[in-house]
């Protein structure tokens, strides 16, 4: 924009005087909305199939607007994700591309000229958004706005690629699993063109970009992946094709099919069939959004999507802990639960700022999660509640880990048990170790082969200060596993009872992640103690002996090893830490392990004292200056005496 050098008044008037230079007005350019809580990593295992088949019946009031023209309404450019956020229009203008913690790389010849088959980094998440074009966002945004030299630059990568890769291009692996994002980015494009050239209609010169997007419905129309993220993703998207190039028939295949996804992607409680919490929260603004396109181009998208997003939204808020975090379960790095106005989630994800506490604080959710929490921040600070995860249910599938019966767990202001983490999609040995049995907080038996068991939740008991939850099931060939779980308030604590058994005598062990910030060390063969250097809290982790005396070596500390895989943490895909795993070891045809997980002041003690009253095993506690006794039954029930 020039700068005014000089005014003249006259007739009480601003008019241009002889120094003035008349600025240009700068042009408004595109609408775009805002990023969603997306998972920044390639979906995608080779040789696996993408597509998750709808099971429940679909919605049936996801239907077009009677009378409304084919031209009626606007689809409005979704954004780019974040991917652009680190490639500058300068880097584009170089045909530099920058993602993640990789440094920005060459990948053309300086004229838009590049090289698709590049994957400098040998990561999958690198090379699908490459050919996302989402990297392309900030020109695209400045061409909207009549940046001509960013114009130019945009198109001729966008034209680049369309060349390079011609219909179809199912053989790519990168280029197919980033279709549904490549469409919206062709979409956003066509939308700066005009914007910048000042044009309602798109110029002959740029028609090869309907004729991509026409390319692109062909593949979504005939790929759809289902009732999950994937799929939604390519139903907005080729919704949005139908509406910008007025064709009723991309748009009638994309509301029939998200009538169809609908109602297996969020169940009747509001769990997502993708089993991660990430991917859940991505999932409630994904459908959100869907319901803006269909609204925002005639289309009616009726009751049910906005009801099991109403839905979501208390599952949300019940996986949110005392940390303002979602627990990190399943192919999830460590995120914030997003304060959606007028829902649960605005309380929860604003630690209790806003809104108003939900109307309740534990679930249990057939899809396989337990959420509980000892208040909303009613009578103690919201981050001072403590908040736990256990996980049970269907098999293994989709963005799940193998965390049957683990356990999550925040108290006094911290994470007390974590997860693995999520390391991504490499198909290496982090990739399998965090999503096996033994990046979680659950017994696992290592000589046997995983089975992906389903896990039932045989009983539960919810009382004011106390909720007690058993599960079964079969983790290897001829082993029967179970775990009770007991959860006092007040003194807040947690309390695990493994017992399994097996036809061929094996190992069993109980594992407890902690915290990559904690260091945990065995004080005697029942006590271990984790603690951050200078911090308020520390967490005292005992094993109780319990129809077993405990063998030497009963408690070990596993840290940052290779050779097996075993004490880490990956807060996110980019980041592996090391973070102490104590592992309770058992060996023979059964193993009983009891286990007391007490998160405590830096001071604070556990003092505890079994006694039999009867057929009943009795365990008495202090701790951290507070006393309390829990009960456990010949039959494995575990309560609380006071």
């Not at 900030?138 to 009549?146: F, N, P, Y």
Request: charged residues 15%.
């Amino acid at each position: 924009m020039s700068v005014v050098v000089g005014f003249a008044l006259a007739l009480g008037a601003l008019v241009p005087g002889p120094e003035m230079v008349i600025a240009k007005p700068v042009k408004p350019g595109i609408a775009v909305l805002p990023d969603l809580p997306e998972v920044e990593v390639a979906q995608f295992e080779p040789g696996e199939s993408n597509v998750v088949p709808p099971v429940m019946p679909p919605a049936a009031d996801v239907k077009s607007l009677a009378g409304m023209a084919a031209a009626t309404g606007t689809y409005t450019c979704t954004g780019f994700g974040t991917v652009d956020d680190k490639t500058t229009v300068a880097l584009l203008k170089a045909d530099k591309f920058a993602w993640g913690p990789y440094p920005a790389y060459k990948v053309g010849n300086g004229r838009g000229n590049i090289n698709w088959r590049l994957n400098p980094y040998k990561n999958r998440s690198w090379y699908m958004w490459f050919h996302s074009l989402r990297w392309l966002g900030q020109g695209i945004v400045a061409a909207g706005k009549g940046d001509t030299t960013a114009m130019a630059r945009v198109v001729a990568i966008s034209k680049d690629w369309v060349a390079d890769n011609p219909y179809s291009w199912k053989a790519d692996a990168g280029a197919n699993e980033s279709t549904m994002h490549r469409t919206n980015v062709l979409i956003c494009l066509r939308q700066a063109v005009m914007a910048g050239l000042g044009v309602t209609s798109l110029p002959a010169a740029y028609k090869w970009i309907d004729v991509a997007l026409v390319n692109h419905a062909r593949f979504l129309t005939a790929n759809w992946s289902g009732a999950w993220n994937h799929g939604t993703d390519e139903s907005i998207a080729l919704f949005g094709v139908g509406c910008t190039l007025n064709r009723n028939d991309y748009k009638a295949t994309a509301q029939n099919r998200l009538a169809a996804g609908i109602t297996t992607a969020i169940d009747s409680q509001g769990s997502s069939n993708e089993q991660s919490t990430a991917y859940a929260q991505f999932n409630y603004y994904l459908w959100g959004r869907a319901v803006t396109a269909l609204k925002a181009c005639g289309a009616d998208p009726g009751t049910t999507i906005t009801a099991r997003r109403k839905l979501m939204a208390g599952w949300l808020a019940l996986a949110t802990n005392s940390l303002g975090k979602l627990h990190q379960l399943g192919d999830s790095e460590v995120v914030a639960t997003g304060a959606d106005p007028g829902t649960p989630l605005a309380y929860a994800g604003s630690l209790g700022r806003e809104g108003t506490p939900p109307g309740r604080r534990i679930g249990a959710f057939r899809a396989g999660y337990v959420f509980g929490r000892t208040g909303w921040g009613e009578t103690r600070p919201f981050t001072q509640e403590s908040t736990y995860s256990i996980r049970y249910g269907p098999a293994r599938a989709m963005h799940g880990h193998g965390d049957h019966t683990a356990i999550t767990y925040t108290s006094h202001g911290r994470d007390i048990l974590i997860d693995g983490g999520h390391s991504g999609y490499q198909r290496d040995v982090w990739r399998a170790w965090v999503v096996s049995p033994f990046a979680a907080s659950a017994m696992t038996t290592p000589s046997a082969a995983d089975t992906r068991p389903v896990t039932k939740l045989t009983r539960s008991v919810i009382n004011p200060t106390s909720e007690f939850y058993e599960f079964a099931d079969v983790p290897g060939a001829g082993i029967s596993r179970h775990r009770g779980v007991l959860v006092l308030k007040n003194p807040d604590l947690i309390v695990a009872l493994d017992w399994a058994s097996s036809r061929k005598a094996q190992q069993f062990q109980t594992l407890w992640h902690l915290p990559s910030d904690q260091k945990a060390t065995v004080y005697s063969r029942t006590t271990a103690i984790a603690m951050k250097p200078g911090d308020a809290t520390r967490t005292i982790v005992v094993q109780v002996p319990y129809r077993q005396p405990l063998p030497r070596g009963a408690i070990l500390v596993k840290q940052g090893q290779t050779k097996p895989i075993q004490g880490w943490h990956y807060p996110n895909i980019f980041t592996r830490k090391s973070a102490p795993t104590l592992m309770f070891a058992r060996a023979g045809t059964r193993a009983s392990i009891l286990s007391v997980i007490a998160p405590v002041r830096a001071t604070g003690s556990v003092q505890y004292k079994g006694r039999w009253s009867g057929t009943t095993y009795v365990v008495d506690l202090v701790v951290g200056g507070v006393k309390a006794s829990f009960g456990v039954t010949p039959a494995g029930s575990l309560y609380r005496v006071r």
